[in-house]
């Protein structure tokens, strides 16, 4: 493993790793809008060109390929005619455009799920042969498309607590605007009980501070479904605020 840069490297050294820090905390503050297409590359070539100057590297690369889309389009072996280029730089540029790909097509099978009875639909399998009372969250951007189910707590038979700080991990951690609470009821009815009214509540109040909207609380028992946020009886839950996305 190679040491970092220190006062022995000399001044350049020094002053260079100081130039990605400084490039880098840019980055994480700004992002990338406003940045030139030379700058953008400069920081990806820190990953693959470690302690070197990756600014005129990266000129060279847009002034030799003409764009910064036909750089990103280029072969590794084209990549590594430049000079200065590295083996593991070509190959990280090189891997930009099929990562995004393979994003865009992951993107495109995650569902929308704009009702209860869809969240049901879709949950219903994960309760198949399940004993215990366990609880999901599921997280969801603006456009009620699904961004993760997170399992927030298991309980027993009859009961299961509330897990706050789970619940509020899983909606933080994957970027959620609206969260929905699926929970089984193992043998018995599609119906809260007052403790999941409590406990909903509770989760819609932690959920509000966080700017997240708590849309809905189905409870799934075998075939049938109960939505707290259609119910007429704890409806009001959720119209604090924004009001719920599922109708």
């Not at 400069?42 to 889309?69: K, Q, V």
């Not at 495109?108 to 949950?123: F, G, H, K």
């Not at 607590?161 to 509020?168: C, E, I």
Request: net charge neutral; proline share 4%; hydrophobic share 40%.
């Amino acid at each position: 493993m190679k040491s970092k840069p220190n006062a022995k490297d000399g001044p350049n050294q020094v002053n260079h790793a100081g130039h990605r820090k400084s490039v880098r905390e840019s980055y994480l503050a700004h992002g990338l809008l406003g940045e030139p297409d030379h700058c953008v590359l400069e920081l990806l070539l820190f990953y693959g060109i470690p302690y070197r100057d990756t600014n005129p590297i990266a000129h060279a690369l847009i002034d030799a390929f003409g764009s910064f889309s036909a750089v990103l389009e280029a072969t590794p072996e084209q990549l590594q005619r430049i000079k200065g280029m590295t083996a593991n730089a070509a190959v990280l540029l090189n891997l930009i455009l099929p990562v995004f790909r393979r994003y865009e097509e992951d993107a495109r099978r995650r569902p929308r799920l704009e009702t209860s009875t869809q969240v049901a639909d879709y949950m219903r399998s994960r309760y198949r042969g399940v004993t215990v009372e366990t609880l999901y969250a599921l997280c969801f951007d603006e456009t009620a498309t699904l961004l993760s189910v997170r399992k927030v707590v298991e309980g027993d038979a009859c009961s299961m607590p509330m897990d706050f700080r789970a619940l509020a991990a899983a909606a933080l951690e994957t970027g959620a605007t609206h969260v929905t609470l699926v929970h089984n009821h193992p043998g018995g009815i599609a119906a809260p009980s007052m403790e999941d009214a409590r406990s909903t509540r509770s989760a819609r109040t932690l959920l509000k501070a966080l700017k997240i909207n708590l849309d809905d609380h189905i409870i799934v028992a075998g075939e049938q479904f109960f939505s707290m946020a259609n119910s007429a009886r704890f409806a009001s839950i959720f119209l604090e605020g924004d009001g719920a996305l599922l109708t």
